[in-house]
């Protein structure tokens, strides 16, 4: 999905991950969180593929990824709730 911009990708995701808070997140919270970790791996290796300058430099998509994450919470559902990506 390269071809598409971080905003279309959270259009696509946002139900599903919306649905997942609210059905996994009054019970299971410590593993969703965990699941929800690996949504933000799969956007950081998104990001390595679409922008050929991060393709060998994970820690620096990671830290892009958080990036845009602190200045637009509201991108993912699960954001909004404090499950960002980590920069370490």
């Known amino acids: 999905m390269t071809n598409k911009e971080l905003t279309e990708i959270a259009e696509k995701y946002n139900p599903v991950i919306g649905g997942w808070l609210n059905y996994y997140g009054k019970y299971g919270r410590a593993e969703l969180s965990k699941v929800l ?8 290796h998104w990001i390595r593929r ?3 300058r991060y393709k060998h430099k994970p820690y620096q998509a990671r830290c892009l990824l958080k990036k845009i994450s602190l200045g637009n919470r509201d991108l993912f559902a699960h954001w909004k709730v404090g499950i960002l990506p980590s920069a370490g």
Do not use: T
């Open 37 to 44: 970790d690996s949504v933000n791996r799969h956007l950081c």
């Open 50 to 52: 679409k922008y050929k």
